[in-house]
Structures are given as C-alpha cells and as structure tokens.
C-alpha cells in the first residue's frame, strides 16, 4: 500500500514537471502539429511536376502526336526542347530536367512501315525511387501511344520499342543512393547534437555564468563552442565517407579537395544551427529536443524522402532555409558526377549565409544573458 502510494506520487510529480513548464507545454504541443503538417505535405511517394528535356530528330506528325501525350500529362511540368546530346547532357546535370526523350529520325519512316522504332528514355538515376517512378509514367504514356498506333495500322506487334538509360547509376541500385545520402544525415546527426549540447550542458551545470564572467569575450567563447564539434563532425564524415567507397564499393567521381571542402562548410553551417539551437535552451534536455525538431522535418525537406520539387510551393520556399538541402546537392553531385566548382559555390553560398546567420545568434545571446 505504501509503495503504491508512492508511486502515485512520483506520477502526479512527473506530470506537474512537465505541464507545469511553458516551455515544456509549448514543446509537447507544437512540434506535432508542425511537423504533422510538414510530413502531410513533403512526403510523397507520387512523383509530380516533371520536367522534360526532348530531342526529336524526326520532327514529323508522329513524334508531335507523342510528344503531345507528355505536354497533356498531370505528371509532366515543362517540356524543354533540346537541340543535341550536350543539351541533354546538361539539363540532367543540372537537375533541370529528370527525364530525356531521344526520338530517332527514322521514327516516321518505321511507323509507316509498320517496323519497330527506338525511343530513347534517360533518367536522373541519382534519385533512385523518383528514377524508377517517372520510367514507370514514361512507359505507360508511350505504351498507350503504342496501343493507338496498333489500332489504326491494325497490327499485332509493338511499333515503338522503349530503351532505358539511367545516368549516374546504371543499375539503378537503391544502395548507392541510400548509403550517399546517408553520409548526409549521419554527418546531420553527430554534428547537430554535439554542437546543440555544448551551451545547455554549460548552462545545467551553471559554469557558463562563470565564462561570462571571466576574461573571455563572447567572440572567444563562440569560437571555443565551433571549433571542437566541427572538427569532429568533419573528420567523422571523412572516415565514413572513405568507408562507403572502399567497402560499401560505391565509386567516387569529383575532386576530393573540393568534396572537403564544400563537407568542412556545410558542417559549419550545421554546427552554426546546433549553437542557435543551444543558445535557446537552458537544458540539456530541451537542446535535444530542440535537436529532433529540427531535424526530422530537415531531413523530410532535403530531398531524400521525396524531391523537392513534387512538395507545395510554400515549403519548396521553405527548404531554401534548410542547409541540408544544399549539403545533400553538393554531397551526390561531387560523389556520383564530378559537380564543377562554379555549381558548387552557388550552393556553398546558402549555407555560408546559414552559418553566419545563426551563429550571430549565438552570439546575441551570449550578450544578452551577460547583460
């Protein structure tokens, strides 16, 4: 009986240390609803707003007819004409276009002559699931066209037969994907929670006072506070990214000096996150929490669940706050296509600004807690 009683009395103190908070209210009610709604809305196993990239050699009435089934899909966005291969070549690169459409220049004679015609299809084989759906899209328009050529030449074979490319990642193995992007959200996680406990864990011990205090400035603190957790991090996503390459045998295509150095930034820019979260919190439990609000809906926004481009047009703005979206670009660009320098320092551009940004932040409350 007694025991009972005192378990009823750690429970009713357990649930006034949590309602009794605001800040503990506020957590437990708002993060869900925030992300609930960004989970509604960025993740999507439909691949939608696709652009296209067509190279039609044949320009005749045929080609157009196909062409049209593309232009009058739900599922295709802009359809880009290209004028050569090195068009194509580039608008796959660039990520401006995820599917090409190479029609011979034969593909008129065939039709007519009731032989079969090649249709060249190429995809963006570095997003392997959205890769695998738009072949899916792709496959059915052109059979439907098929179906409707079969019924006015009255045939019973296939006139267009259908040849599949996947840039980047031939066999469109979901490995190489997965274990790329995973460097991303690893180097995510180790980097964000060591920089987020840095400043909580000071201030439950009640020790950061005393570094106010003391003949430090705020400049020399924020730098004591970066410097440990982004050598680490980066030194981590090294190791880890040697690993995938010598064990996991995914190739590795770019420079590996620019490689670091786009990971060196892109992990000053997470550390800068985890101190403005850190600056917040005056727990180290509420750091981690802070930690996991951040986090997943970063991860849902980079573009490893879903492309960015397929979520609403609000949280495509909203990803642009994300450093993870340019860090997951920059990461699979120099990894799997040997991205040029010029598209890489647009993208380190973003997580400079990021950087600077929250660590200004940091470093604001450092003064206002002083004061």
């Known amino acids: 009986m007694r025991a009972m009683t005192r378990i009823k009395a750690l429970i009713k103190k357990e649930f006034l240390a949590i309602f009794k908070d605001p800040q ?39 080609s157009r007819e196909l062409i049209s089934k593309f232009q009058a899909s739900k599922w295709f966005r802009k359809i ?42 190429i995809l963006d084989g570095r997003q392997t699931n959205s890769a695998g759906i738009i072949s899916n899209y792709a496959n059915q328009i052109i059979a439907n066209y098929n179906f409707e050529l079969e019924k006015k030449f009255n045939i019973k074979k296939p006139n267009i037969n259908i040849i599949i490319r996947n840039w980047y990642n031939p066999n469109i193995d979901y490995k190489w994907f997965l274990t790329v992007s995973l460097i991303v959200l690893l180097s995510l996680s180790l980097g964000i929670i060591l920089s987020a406990l840095s400043i909580a864990r000071e201030r439950e011990l009640g020790t950061f006072n005393q570094l106010l205090v003391s003949p430090l400035n705020r400049d020399e603190i924020l730098i004591s506070k970066t410097i440990p957790p982004l050598l680490v991090a980066f030194f981590s996503t090294m190791i880890i990214t040697f690993i995938v390459s010598e064990f996991f045998k995914i190739p590795f295509s770019g420079s590996i000096f620019l490689y670091a150095l786009s990971t060196f930034i892109s992990m000053f820019s997470i550390i800068g996150v ?92 450092f003064k206002r807690q002083a004061d």
């Open 80 to 121: 880009h004409f290209a004028n050569n291969l090195e068009d194509i070549k580039n608008s796959i690169n660039l990520k401006s276009s995820q599917m090409a459409l190479v029609i011979q220049n034969d593909f008129h004679k065939n039709i007519n002559s009731q032989k079969t015609s090649d249709i060249l299809v």
């Open 274 to 365: 985890g101190l403005f979260i850190s600056s917040l919190s005056y727990t180290q439990q509420q750091a981690i929490l802070g930690v996991f609000v951040f986090q997943t809906p970063a991860v849902l926004l980079s573009g490893f669940v879903s492309p960015i481009e397929d979520m609403p047009l609000f949280f495509q703005y909203l990803s642009m706050l994300n450093p993870l979206r340019y860090y997951m670009l920059i990461n699979k660009g120099i990894y799997f296509k040997n991205m040029d320098f010029n598209t890489v320092f647009l993208n380190l551009i973003p997580l400079i600004l990021i950087a600077f940004l929250t660590l200004g932040v940091a470093r604001w409350s």
């Open 24 to 62: 503990n209210r506020a957590i437990i009610l708002i993060p869900p609803i925030l992300q609930l709604v960004v989970f509604a809305h960025a993740i999507t196993l439909e691949v939608l707003n696709i652009d296209i990239s067509i190279l039609d050699y044949s320009k005749s009435y045929y």
